[in-house]
C-alpha cells in the first residue's frame, strides 16, 4: 500500500473544448471524499484556451493548473502565436510542462530548454521538466548518457531547483502502451535522483489504471505524468486509486 506524497499531473496536449471541463467535477468529487487526500497533489495542465476557465472550475478544490510550454522570452514581444511563462502565470497557471519530447522531436534542444525553464521560474512558475530517451538510443544502450546530456545543459546554471519536478518519459514510452521493465526503471530513476540531488521524479509514458499498479511498486518513483488516460476522468481517478491501493 502507498503511503507517500504522490504527484499526478494530467497532461491533456492538444485536447478539449470548454465541455472537457464539465468531468473536472468528478475528480473534484472524488478528491475532496478520498481518505488519503491530504497524501496527494494534482496537477491539470490543459491547452492555454482552457487555463483560465480551468482556473475558474477548480477555485474551491486542491487541484492545481499549469500549462504544457512556453515561450522563452521572458517579456513581451513580437513573436506572432506563442505566450510565454508571465501570461501564463497571469491566467492562474502555478506549472509548466518543460522538455516534453514532442516538443523536443519538433526541434526543441536542451539549450533552448535550458532558457526556458529559467523564465518561467523568474515567472513564479513550478517546472515539470521532461527528459527521456528514445527507442534508438535505448537500443545503443546510451540512455543514462542521454538523460545526463539533457539534465546538464537543461539545469545548466540553476541553482535552486526546489520548484523543479523531473518527470522521466520514455520516447518510445508515450502513447505506444508500452512501459518499462520495472527494475529498470528503477534503476534509471536511481540515476537519475543520484545527479539532481533531492528533486522529486515523476514517471511518464503509458500510465493507466491496468499498468498503474505495477508501477506504484517501484518505490522510488514520486508521482506520475499522465497523457493519454488524463483526459478520461474515471481512468485518471482509478490511476489515483490503484495508487493507494
Ligand atoms: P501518455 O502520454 O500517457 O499518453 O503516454 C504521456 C505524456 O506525453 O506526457
Redesign the pocket.
Known amino acids: 500500500m502507498t503511503n507517500k506524497y504522490m504527484i499526478f499531473v494530467a ?1 491533456w496536449k492538444m485536447f478539449g473544448g470548454l465541455n472537457s471541463l464539465n468531468s473536472l467535477r468528478k475528480v473534484v468529487k472524488f478528491l475532496k471524499n478520498f481518505k488519503k487526500n491530504n497524501l496527494i497533489k494534482i496537477v491539470y495542465c490543459p491547452p492555454n484556451t482552457l487555463i483560465r476557465p480551468m482556473t475558474k472550475k477548480l477555485r474551491k478544490s486542491k487541484i492545481e493548473v499549469g500549462a504544457q510550454n512556453c515561450h522563452e522570452n521572458n517579456d513581451y514581444g513580437a513573436f506572432t502565436g506563442s505566450v510565454n511563462s508571465k501570461m501564463l502565470k497571469s491566467v492562474g497557471a502555478k506549472y509548466v510542462i518543460i522538455g ?1 519530447s514532442e516538443n523536443r522531436q519538433a526541434g526543441e534542444k536542451d539549450k533552448l530548454i535550458n532558457i526556458k525553464i529559467k523564465s518561467a521560474l523568474k515567472s513564479g512558475l513550478k517546472v515539470i521538466f521532461c527528459i527521456g530517451e528514445t527507442i534508438q538510443q535505448k537500443r545503443k544502450k546510451i540512455t543514462k548518457q542521454i538523460l545526463n546530456k539533457q539534465i546538464q545543459i537543461g539545469l545548466n546554471k540553476i541553482a535552486n531547483k526546489k520548484k523543479i519536478l523531473i518527470a522521466y ?1 520514455p520516447v518510445w ?3 505506444t502502451g508500452l512501459i518499462p521493465q520495472s527494475k529498470e526503471l528503477f534503476n534509471t530513476i536511481d540515476f537519475i535522483k543520484k545527479k539532481i540531488g533531492n528533486l522529486k521524479v515523476l514517471y ?4 493507466n489504471p491496468k499498468n498503474v499498479t505495477e508501477l506504484k511498486s517501484i518505490d522510488n518513483i514520486d508521482g506520475f ?5 488524463s483526459q478520461d476522468a474515471k481512468k485518471f481517478i482509478d490511476i489515483i486509486k490503484k495508487t493507494y491501493n
Open positions: 497532461n516534453h518519459e514510452s508515450i502513447g511518464g509514458g503509458s500510465v505524468l499522465v497523457g493519454g488516460a
